[in-house]
C-alpha cells in the first residue's frame, strides 16, 4: 500500500493520528534523512499524544514515558502496510526517543552573515 492511500483511511477515523503517521513515514522513508526528525515531524507526534492524553502533564518521569512510548506504538502499527521491517523499527526507535524527550528534534539551521 502507498503512503498516499493509507493516510485519507486514517484521516477518516483520526486526523492526528495521520498528521503523525504522515510525517513519520515521510521522515523514515527520506534517503538523505537527517539523524533527527524536523520540528515538525515531532510537533505532529506530540500533538497526537496530547490527543490521546499520553502527554503527561508536562512531567517527564519514567510512567510517562512509558505511556508516551505505548501509545506512539499506534503509529507504527498504522505504518505497517507503507514501511519494511527496518524501516519499522527505526521508526519506533525515533518515537520513543519522541516519548522521552517531547523536543527530539534537529535544530534549524540559521544562516548568519560570517565574518
Known amino acids: 500500500m502507498k503512503k ?3 493516510i485519507p483511511i486514517i484521516e477518516q477515523h483520526n486526523p492526528l ?3 503523525a503517521v504522515s ?3 515521510d521522515y523514515i522513508q527520506d534517503r538523505w534523512a537527517a539523524p533527527y526528525p524536523s520540528k515538525e515531524q515531532t510537533e505532529a507526534v506530540n500533538a497526537y499524544l496530547r490527543s490521546v492524553h499520553a502527554d503527561g502533564g508536562g512531567t517527564v518521569n519514567e510512567t510517562d514515558i ?4 505505548i501509545a506512539t506504538q499506534k503509529i507504527t502499527i498504522n505504518a505497517i502496510r507503507v514501511l ?3 524501516q519499522l523499527n527505526r ?3 525515533v518515537l ?3 516519548a522521552a524527550d ?6 534549524e539551521q540559521r544562516q548568519g552573515m560570517g565574518r
Open 4 to 6: 498516499e492511500d493509507l
Open 17 to 19: 493520528l495521520a498528521n
Open 23 to 25: 510525517r513519520m513515514v
Open 66 to 69: 512509558a505511556h508516551r512510548r
Open 84 to 86: 519494511d521491517h527496518d
Open 91 to 93: 521508526l519506533q526507535d
Open 96 to 98: 520513543n526517543h519522541i
Open 102 to 107: 517531547r523536543e527530539y528534534y534537529m535544530p
